[in-house]
């Protein structure tokens, strides 16, 4: 749907291109009416948060009023970008590590049939299990600290790019594969020239997934460890009854979450594009 | 150029540069059944000929370049390429295969996909003759284009530019232009005479186009289904090179009506042959 | 040759069952070995604590408390994506809206609903909520992916039949998008066990979460690695059964 929509945004000024161009107010309004169509609901949203702090009586302690949250967050921005950065360094850095030691397991079991008949079950036995369930027993394991949370959020970002890379490095084109048989080619050289730059679509389908949770990873991990970053500021602004800080870090979580979502999909999709 | 005698297409006494005899294939299917795709199959072919194999689809051709490429081992029968097994003439990087579905990586720039083989085979790459080879096949010009900027007549031009990289012993086409439009088809099958007339190589030819086979080859094998055999092998007398007024000569007419009129209604024919 | 798949099955059935074993060595080794400090127990030892009746009755509560609330909130969510599926099958202009809304909601990372369930819904109530919002993503993704699953062949039929939009949905999209959606609920059954976990540690009174945390602060590590153990296993055990369902429902349909 969302790609039809792209395409359909791409071809308007193509069709027009020998007819009069449409006046700057009609494109102000076209554009708005599709920003208003795909975000009506995120408005709708902002709305009824406003309605119900208001029919609570404005009872802060409660729920504070939209204005009272973006204005701390945008008046004390200073008192939030140093966990947010630290926040977004610990999942870039898990995402980094967890997408590459994912990357290069699923390659060893491409190598190897035993390996991949064992790996076969525990593959199942990992996909089931939630991870994110066992920061206590990683935070237990590693310790109370940022390594801990890197480890947590390599965890996370291992799996989708094991499945999805290794679902990819079986999936070659038939012709191609014949191909490369009959130029004679031995496997580590399929891998460098087909079945890795093939796998590279699967790897950026495991970004796209794994972007956002390594982010909610991250600070749910803060959130139980304490340390620096945003799940702390969080936890320690709800103990502090800090209504409006509480509330404004859960605002950043989300603008920061949705941001990387937006992102890694647009990432995807470039490179998709090239890759296939 | 001259035009070319027919002996010389004949199978001498000499090495044939394809030989399958006594080909059988059967393959598995679910169950302990089997499938007998080709039955007691025989082909020879010579030096720097053009043999063209027609038949209906599922009659087993695809399954005859296969075993000549090396990607099927025959269940009964021996597969000999330039006197060699094809598993040989693959480690040595001999062979050049182009097939229906075009097999460019996507990733890759023309230029990169028809250096393929020149990596494939750990070799330096031959710029000059990778840019020759693109200017053989009318693509001058496309070097840096995506598979998914061009036609699929010009993806097809790539694919067969990239089987003639290493200059191969013996060429394998199967249905090379079997995915495109009529129009488009007959063009490529001039521009591929074209070709093999400036290359002779020893080709393969896989299709179910009578008049491609007609056009193209010095000997056309038609074939039968259920089990694949040989039912009739065609010598094309007309000489080489064959530019677009051949499809205007009667005999042309006369012998692809004749060989269409196998692929309907085989059993006559093979009654008299 | 009947024999083939039979032949190829037996080896890779070994091989499974030597990856298993391989794991479960490996845990114990480390475990026995103190490869990885004391966080981490040798499994018989975790298994030993489990066979404590102590344990079993403090699990078991945990256990309950938990499935509860994943089953409710993988009722809920399911329930609700659905029926907004529905509605942005039948009335399209919504669907663009919906659609970011949901990837929004399911961006949102869980903390940061944390305030507005805990003083919205309570305590007792969040666990399933979060469930439900978890499970409701997975579900609604493959619900509206489902719905537009028929092919335009078959729309036209429709179309040219005079069909609404009701009954086209009822007589073409959902049967055959059923599939789909059963694809999103073996998805949602696992998230759905993680959000209850998750939503536990914003409070509430009884649960694996609120084990796993209170097993963790106070170096209980048996009880943690037990709890974990527990978690995955639930959760191992709502994707097989949806897997289970999943191969019902494909013989149907096929
Ligand atoms: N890998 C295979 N497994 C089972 N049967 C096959 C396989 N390849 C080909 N066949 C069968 O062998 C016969 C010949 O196939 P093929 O050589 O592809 O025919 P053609 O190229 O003439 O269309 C067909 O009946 C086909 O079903
Ligand atoms: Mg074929």
Known sequence: MSIDALSASRRVPVAQEGTARPSPARLLTRSLGRVLSRYWTVAAFVVAWQLWSWLTGYNQIVVPPPAMVFGDVLGNIGAYLPDLGWTLAMSAGGLVAGMALGTMIAVVVWSSRIVSGMMTPVALVMRSVPVVAMIPVLARVFGYGWFTVLVITTVVSFFPAFVLVGSRLRAAPQATSDLMAVLGASRSTVLRLLLLPHAVPGLLVAFRLTAPTAVLAAMLAEYLMGGRGLGTLFAQSVSFHEVGRAWGAALVATVVSVACFVAARAVERRGTVRFS | MPARSNDLALPTDTEPAIALRGIVKDFPLKRGAAVRALDRLDLEIAHGEFVAILGPSGCGKSTVLRLAAGLEQPTEGEVLVEGRSPAELIRAHRLGVAFQEHALLPWATARNNVALPFRVAGREVDRERVDALLELVGLAGFEDARPRQLSGGMRQRVAIARALALEPDVLLLDEPFGALDAVTRRRMNLELARIWMEQRITTLLVTHDVDEAVLLADRVVVMTGRPGRVLHVQQVEMPHPRGGEVTRDPEFHALVDRLTGMLDDPEPVAATS | ?254
């Open chain 3, 1 to 254: 040759m009947s024999r083939v798949p039979g032949a190829a099955l037996a080896p890779s059935r070994g091989l499974a069952a030597g990856g298993v074993l391989a794991l479960l060595v490996l845990v114990e080794i480390v475990g026995r070995l103190g490869l990885a400090g004391p966080g981490w127990p040798p499994l018989t030892d975790v298994f030993g604590y489990v066979a404590k009746p102590s344990a079993q009755q403090l699990l078991g509560r945990a256990l309950t408390a938990t499935a509860t609330a994943a089953l409710a909130g993988f009722l809920l969510g399911g329930v609700v994506a659905l029926l907004v599926a529905v509605l942005s099958a039948l009335v399209p202009a919504t669907g663009p809206g919906l659609e970011r809304l949901a990837a929004v909601v399911h961006a949102v990372p869980l903390i940061a609903l944390g305030p507005l369930l805990i003083t919205t819904a309570g305590r007792e109530a969040t666990p399933t909520l979060v469930a439900a919002l978890a499970a409701g993503f997975a579900v609604f993704v493959a619900a509206t992916s489902a719905l537009g699953s028929a092919n335009d062949a078959q729309r036209d039929v429709f179309t040219v039949l005079g069909a609404g939009r009701a009954s086209t949905l009822l007589r073409l999209q959902l049967p055959a998008g059923l599939p789909l959606i059963v694809d999103g609920l073996t998805l949602a059954a696992p998230a759905a066990v993680l959000g209850a976990v998750i939503g536990e540690w914003f409070g509430a009174r009884r649960g694996i979460g609120v084990l796993l945390v209170s097993s963790m602060q106070n170096v209980q590590t048996d009880q943690l690695w037990a709890a974990a153990l527990t978690a995955a296993a639930i959760s191992l055990l709502a994707y097989v059964l949806l897997v289970a369902l999943r191969g019902a429902v494909n013989r149907r349909f096929q």
